[in-house]
C-alpha cells in the first residue's frame, strides 16, 4: 500500500504570506496527486488535482506542484478564509490520503 | 449543480448495523463512480470503496472488506452503503463523494453522516 507522508502538521501564517505544504508517496505515484481543503464542519472540497490543475471556481492563488514522489500545494497570498486543514490524495493505486495540515492564522 | 445529500446521524448499538444514503443530483447518476470516504474524530480520511452505479461492480478498502456492503438505487439514484459488526472504533463520518471514470479525483462530496456506536 501506498503511503502518504503530509508536512506540515501545523502551520500558523499572516494575512499575505506565502504558504506551502507538502506531501510524500511511499512510491512513484505518477501526477496523481490531488489537494483539499477542509473548513471546520464541512466536508473536504477538492483544490487541485492531479498535481497542477486547478477545480473549477478556486482561486488562482492555489497551486500544485510535484511529480513523481514528492508534491507541493502553494497558497501565493494567505487569505483569511483561506483557514482551514489541508489533504492530498494519491489516486495512482487506489485512493491514500495525508494526515493532513491545519493551517490557522497568525 | 451537483449535489450528494446524505441521510442523518445514527445512533447504534455495538454489534448492530446502519446504512446510510447518498442522494445524487444535477449529473446523470450512472456515469459516475460512488466512493465512500470515512474521517474519525482525529480527522484521518480512509478511502472505504467504490461502486459504480451503471453496473453495480464496486471495490473496497481491504480493511473494509465485510465491514460495509455498497448498493445502489438507480431509480432514485441513491447510493448506500451499510455498516455491519459495529464497534466502537466505526465511529466517525462518513462521505460519500463521487469520480469521473477514468479521472479519479473527488470532485463533489456529500455533507457526510456521523454514525456513533455506543452501548
Known amino acids: 500500500d501506498i503511503q502518504m507522508t503530509q508536512s506540515p502538521s501545523f502551520l500558523s501564517a499572516s494575512v499575505g504570506d506565502r504558504v506551502t505544504i507538502n506531501c510524500k508517496a511511499s512510491?512513484?505515484?505518477?501526477?496523481?496527486l490531488d489537494w483539499y481543503q477542509q473548513k471546520l464542519g464541512e466536508a473536504p472540497k477538492l483544490l487541485i488535482y492531479?498535481?497542477?490543475s486547478l477545480h473549477t471556481g478556486i482561486p488562482s492563488r492555489f497551486s500544485g506542484s510535484g511529480s513523481g514522489t514528492d508534491f507541493t500545494l502553494t497558497i501565493s497570498s494567505l487569505q483569511p478564509e483561506d483557514v482551514a486543514t489541508y489533504f492530498c490524495?494519491?489516486?495512482?493505486?487506489?485512493?491514500?490520503f495525508g494526515g493532513g495540515t491545519k493551517l490557522e492564522l497568525k | 449543480q451537483v449535489q450528494l445529500q446524505q441521510s442523518g446521524a445514527e445512533l447504534a448499538k455495538p454489534g448492530s448495523s446502519v446504512k446510510i444514503s447518498c442522494k445524487a443530483s444535477?449529473?446523470?447518476?450512472?456515469?459516475?463512480?460512488m466512493h465512500w470516504i470515512k474521517q474519525t474524530t482525529g480527522q484521518a480520511l480512509e478511502w472505504t470503496g467504490y461502486?459504480?452505479?451503471?453496473?453495480?461492480?464496486?471495490k473496497y478498502n481491504e480493511k473494509f472488506k465485510g465491514k460495509a456492503t455498497l448498493t445502489v438505487d438507480k431509480s432514485s439514484s441513491t447510493a448506500y452503503m451499510q455498516l455491519s459488526s459495529l464497534t466502537p472504533v466505526d465511529t466517525a463520518v462518513y462521505y460519500c463523494?463521487?469520480?469521473?471514470?477514468?479521472?479519479?479525483?473527488?470532485?463533489?462530496w456529500g455533507q457526510g453522516v456521523m454514525v456513533t456506536v455506543s452501548s
Open positions: 463523494a463521487r469520480s469521473r471514470p477514468g479521472y479519479n479525483y473527488f470532485d463533489y
Open positions: 444535477g449529473y446523470t447518476f450512472t456515469s459516475y463512480a
Open positions: 461502486i459504480a452505479p451503471g453496473s453495480g461492480g464496486t
Open positions: 512510491q512513484n505515484i505518477n501526477k496523481y
Open positions: 492531479n498535481t497542477n
Open positions: 490524495l494519491q489516486h495512482n493505486s487506489g485512493w491514500t
